[in-house]
């Protein structure tokens, strides 16, 4: 089934009001062309309102980096899907790496939320990852098999095509280098193959994109390889023109 490629900026703790509207701005005047690309942007929560009203008649699709597992009540902080939909959010991101770390979010926490997003009719991208040292002692396979059964446990198949699988090894995550093509390539295979497992027969299965230190000079070695259905872009998608250049290889 040919499906649309993703480019996905994560945009994180980053930017101030100013700067993130003149990104927009500029992002919005390249006027790209987004034909079988979805090309998501995910701001920091407080911005979300402005960059909504400025992407009205775009086809720039807007995403939080973060959401709650229910719908209103006593969560100090949190943020519902239906107040992310007041501020015009299709996608959500779920167990980015840094989440885990600083947070202390669990694949327990991670399936609630996937879940939770599914019914809301969201979409996700729901992060997985290993580190170095799980790299080193050459269990990156057993982690990510873990991270994909326990966060995926109880959901059905009818929700699989709004999820994106986003792979970063945490290691390469703003560390300016990729791993080997070779290494990647391994790493989506062996997801792909687990996704099979988990889900037979099934011809919905989540798109995979990588991330972890995409820029312009190497989105088009990245996109070269099976398995990869896009790129989730954290610093480069900051920069207007490599952004854009990152979204002009994906969609060539
Ligand atoms: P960098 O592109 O800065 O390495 O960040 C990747 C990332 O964490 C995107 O979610």
């Not at 990510?144 to 970063?168: A, C, D, F, M, P």
Request: proline share 2%; glycine share 6%; with cysteine.
């Amino acid at each position: 089934m040919d499906r649309n490629k993703l480019v996905f900026a994560n945009w994180k703790m980053n930017l101030d009001i100013n700067s993130s509207t003149k990104l927009i701005k500029e992002i919005l005047c390249r006027n790209l062309n987004y034909k079988n690309i979805d090309v998501v942007v995910a701001p920091p929560f407080v911005y979300l309102s402005e960059i909504n009203n400025m992407l009205k008649n775009s086809q720039l699709r807007l995403s939080s980096q973060n959401v709650f597992y229910n719908d209103n009540g006593a969560f100090t902080g949190e943020i519902s899907h239906e107040m992310l939909k007041d501020l015009g959010c299709e996608w959500v991101m779920i167990g980015h790496s840094e989440r885990r770390i600083h947070l202390f979010e669990t694949n327990e926490m991670i399936n609630k939320k996937i879940i939770f997003s599914c019914k809301k009719d969201f979409n996700v991208i729901f992060c997985i990852g290993e580190s170095y040292e799980e790299r080193q002692k050459g269990k990156t396979f057993d982690v990510i098999k873990n991270q994909l059964n326990e966060s995926l446990k109880n959901i059905e198949n009818k929700y699989l095509h709004k999820i994106v699988i986003g792979y970063e090894p945490i290691w390469a995550i703003g560390s300016g280098s990729i791993p080997d093509l070779k290494d990647i390539q391994e790493t989506h295979n062996f997801i792909n193959h687990h996704l099979n497992e988990i889900y037979p027969n099934c011809d919905n299965l989540p798109r995979i994109v990588y991330g972890g230190s995409v820029d312009d000079s190497n989105i088009d070695s990245i996109m070269s390889l099976k398995n990869v259905d896009g790129v989730l872009v954290g610093s480069a998608s900051l920069d207007c023109k490599k952004f854009c250049d990152i979204v002009l290889s994906v969609g060539k």
